[in-house]
């Protein structure tokens, strides 16, 4: 399989923060496609999943509330509906498994669903609940298809980082605050540093195969990801004006829905990254490397893209949610 080898540099890409959905998916074709999408019913996954099924991809959307995925998908008739809570590991696995049943290849999967700076809680392990359900829940799933992934030949997996991850590194030795204080903006902080850091361990075992892996900065986008939040904090991002309404400003990284969903979209679908993969990318490019202090501006954080975090973040996931196998897809 030919690689590329991309720097964590931007490129020459035709577009730009300001590129939205239907931009980016403008001459994009998915005939023939499968492709699944976590948190694929509001924000900016139902987003991701109209557009990839209007460009012919079939689509599967696990969902934790059939109900409330079936009522804002219910006019996509290329779109599927399936059961699947992602901080349930069975779940996840009885998920997966109807999907192998089907024999199909799986050529994208976009891993969107997410939680944010939520009250603090552990899953029935004891792990704490955003790196439970950010990155290990989406680990188990990715694991579980791995077979239908590895079966297309040519895919790609895109998980949702976030500008959060400059709040926090991975905290290998109290990933859980069991010492700690709990402080949920840097939990958050280190579940979004290891959605990016998985990227990077996924993709080094699947280039071989064709199978490459992103992550992304989608955007400031005020959306369901912030029902923890109150509305102080909320009014202390900025994104509302002075009568109320939201701000668009791509510029600031305060972005639509439909911008928000378009680095997602170019990281599955561009035919500039054919090749390429273990990357950050965002505003429809990929991201600079920028340095570890340097706080709510543009780009990736060194711990956030280090080959040998992502080696360490890999072993702890292994030890906490399974081995990552490949089994083959009978």
């Known amino acids: 399989m030919h690689t590329t080898i991309f720097p964590q540099a931007p490129i020459a890409s035709p577009f730009h923060a300001a590129s939205t959905a239907a931009d980016v998916m403008a001459d994009i074709r998915l005939d023939g496609k499968h492709a699944i999408v976590t948190g694929g019913y509001s924000g900016l996954g139902l987003e991701m999943v109209r557009s990839l099924a209007r460009a012919g991809a079939q689509v599967t959307v696990p969902a ?4 409330r995925a079936r009522q804002a998908l219910d006019d996509e008739p290329n779109v599927i509906v399936d059961a699947m809570d992602l901080a349930d590991p069975a779940s ?11 024999r199909r290849p799986l050529h994208l999967l ?19 609940w955003q790196f439970a359900v950010n990155h290990l829940g989406h680990f ?12 297309a030949g040519d895919a790609r997996v895109v998980s949702m980082s976030s500008r959060g991850h400059q709040l926090a590194p991975v905290d290998f030795d109290d990933v859980s605050f069991v010492r700690r204080p709990y402080d949920k903006w840097i939990a958050y902080g280190q579940s979004k540093t290891a959605n990016a850091l998985f990227a990077v361990g996924l993709d080094r075992r699947g280039r071989v195969a064709g199978v490459r892996a992103f992550s992304v900065h989608p955007g400031s986008v005020l959306g369901p990801l912030a029902r923890h939040l109150t509305p102080e904090e909320i009014a202390a991002f900025g994104v509302h004006d002075a009568d109320g309404g939201l701000v668009v400003a791509p510029e600031r990284d305060l972005k639509t829905p439909a911008q928000g969903a378009a680095t997602a979209l170019w990281c599955a679908t561009s035919p500039l990254l ?22 709510g ?3 990736v954080r060194p711990w956030a893209a280090d080959p040998a975090q992502a080696e360490r973040l890999w072993a702890l996931s292994e030890q906490l949610a399974g081995k990552f196998e490949a089994r083959p897809l009978t």
Do not use: H, K
């Open 64 to 67: 934790r509330d059939l109900a």
């Open 92 to 102: 996840i696995e009885a998920f997966a498994g109807r999907c192998l049943a089907m």
């Open 110 to 128: 976009i891993n969107s669903a997410g939680v944010m700076a939520t009250p603090f809680a552990r899953d029935p392990r004891g792990v704490e």
């Open 140 to 151: 188990r799933l990715t694991a579980a298809l791995w077979p239908a992934l590895l079966e």
């Open 274 to 295: 054919q090749g390429v993969g273990g990357l950050y990318c965002e505003d429809c490019n990929i991201a600079p490397l920028a340095a570890a202090g340097d706080t």
């Open 297 to 299: 501006r543009s780009g």
